[in-house]
């Protein structure tokens, strides 16, 4: 069993940065991958980064590549997702999930993911 616990969402204005956390307990966390899907209004959950257990591996959506960086720090337990040039389009609800599986072919498949978080909310004004 993992439990995860997202941190660090909010309000912020459009061209601004936010970091958001996820704090993982319950296994051996560099066996599991982490990653990010986030969920707008009347729109299907779409993945956003997803990370390997050792941190050597990364992938992203194609709406994020090149101003989302998702990393991991092991000892602390914690996944990290920096969002830069933050858009509108961006607001949406922001879940970590995490699996062994997670980082493997079907990691845009959010009902493959074995643990969630509650959520963070990231709301991006103009």
């Known amino acids: 069993q993992v439990h995860l616990m997202e941190s660090g969402g909010g309000l912020v204005q459009a061209g601004a940065s936010l970091r958001l956390s996820c704090t993982a307990s319950?296994?051996?966390?560099?066996?599991?991958?982490v990653g990010w899907f986030r969920q707008a209004p009347g729109k299907e959950r779409e993945i956003v980064a997803v990370?390997?257990?050792?941190?050597?591996?990364?992938r992203y959506g194609d709406s994020v590549k090149g101003r989302f960086i998702i990393s991991r720090d092991n000892a602390r337990t914690t996944v990290y997702l920096q969002m830069n040039s933050l858009k509108p389009e961006d607001t949406a609800v922001y879940y970590c999930?995490?699996?062994?599986?997670?980082?493997?072919?079907?990691?845009?498949?959010?009902?493959?993911?074995?643990?969630w978080g509650q959520g963070t909310q990231v709301t991006v004004s103009t």
């Open positions: 999930a995490a699996d062994r599986e997670f980082y493997g072919d079907s990691y845009r498949t959010w009902s493959d993911r074995d643990y």
């Open positions: 319950g296994r051996t966390f560099s066996d599991i991958a």
């Open positions: 990370i390997s257990g050792s941190g050597a591996g990364t």
